[in-house]
């Protein structure tokens, strides 16, 4: 079993950035996927970014793209992701999850593990 912990969220003007880390424990393996979600209320949770652990390539959804990034941070042994050039419209609580190798893609019914998630909020 993979606990993971999300840390970094919080309150940003429009244009601004955050970076969040996603730190994982227990049985993780370097073949697992990690992946960004996250969920605005009413809506459902969407996959924001995803690293493979196979050979470390990331997708991201289109709303995000040019303005995150996923990465492996081998100093503090998390996952983060990069936000910049924030937007209102990216207000919503964050979560990394793992699929244990399982999945394919970034679809959040595919991660059987998740964090408790981090608020993010853009306004001014």
């Known amino acids: 079993q993979v606990q993971l912990v999300e840390s970094g969220g919080g309150l940003v003007q429009p244009g601004g950035f955050l970076r969040l880390a996603c730190t994982t424990s227990?049985?993780?393996?370097?073949?697992?996927?990690i992946g960004w979600f996250r969920q605005a209320p009413g809506k459902e949770r969407e996959g924001v970014a995803c690293m493979k652990g196979s050979d470390r390539s990331a997708s991201y959804a289109d709303s995000v793209k040019g303005r995150f990034t996923i990465s492996i941070n081998v100093v503090n042994f998390t996952v983060d992701l990069q936000m910049n050039n924030l937007k209102p419209e990216d207000t919503a609580v964050y979560y990394c999850?793992?699929?244990?190798?399982?999945?394919?893609?970034?679809?959040?019914?595919?991660?059987?593990?998740w964090g408790q998630g981090t608020q993010v909020t853009v306004s001014s």
């Open positions: 227990g049985e993780t393996r370097d073949y697992y996927t």
């Open positions: 999850a793992t699929d244990y190798g399982l999945g394919s893609g970034c679809r959040a019914p595919d991660f059987l593990s």
